[in-house]
């Protein structure tokens, strides 16, 4: 597999988003005519995890910049609940907040407000957005959420679908 992956995105809303990865070496970068340039690093000294597409979900080891502005990221753990999958970023004095909403997507809000939903298949690193109709979208907002997306992965099974896994996992075919 390539180092740097480059997927194009065609956006609903705001046209063609270009999003850069290096996974092994822990960067997003989206891109595109008149998106904002969002750069989220992870950290070199940071502990890697296979499990976290970024490699971690400590904010401490991780950066995230919006045209050049420095945001700050709050995470959960990601491990038994869905709601432990989120991920909010403050940038610019406002709030976005992007958690699962079923195996596959993840929801964005900004400042309370349900933007959309985001999928990633992380084999092909394919993006896509559905945008809730009459949402004020910003091409920020989308930006902010293709990174999101991207570095931390869409979607987080169930509680109930993850314990029954756990204990069927070990004695199922």
């Given at each position: ?11 609903p809303l ?85 958690s ?13 407000q ?10 092909t ?14 091409p ?32 199922g075919?």
């Open positions: 597999m390539p180092l740097i992956q480059t997927c194009t995105v065609d956006d705001h046209g063609v988003v270009i999003v850069h990865t290096d996974i092994e070496h822990g960067w997003v970068e989206v891109a595109g005519d008149g998106f904002p340039a969002v750069h989220l690093r992870r950290s070199e000294t940071a502990e890697v995890s296979a499990y976290v597409p970024i490699g971690t979900r400590d904010p401490a080891q991780l950066t995230l910049t919006v045209d050049g502005t420095p945001a700050t990221l709050t995470l959960g753990r990601g491990r038994f609940t869905r709601g432990s999958f989120r991920v909010d970023a403050h940038v610019d004095g406002v709030h976005y907040h992007f699962p909403s079923d195996e596959d997507g993840s929801r964005l809000s900004r400042d309370g349900r933007l959309g939903e985001l999928m990633l298949e992380p084999e690193v394919e993006l896509m957005a559905v945008w809730t109709p009459a949402a004020d979208v910003r920020r907002d989308a930006a902010v959420g293709y990174a999101l997306a991207t570095a931390f992965g869409t979607g987080a099974e169930s509680t109930l679908t993850m314990l029954i896994n756990t204990v069927v996992g070990p004695f075919g």
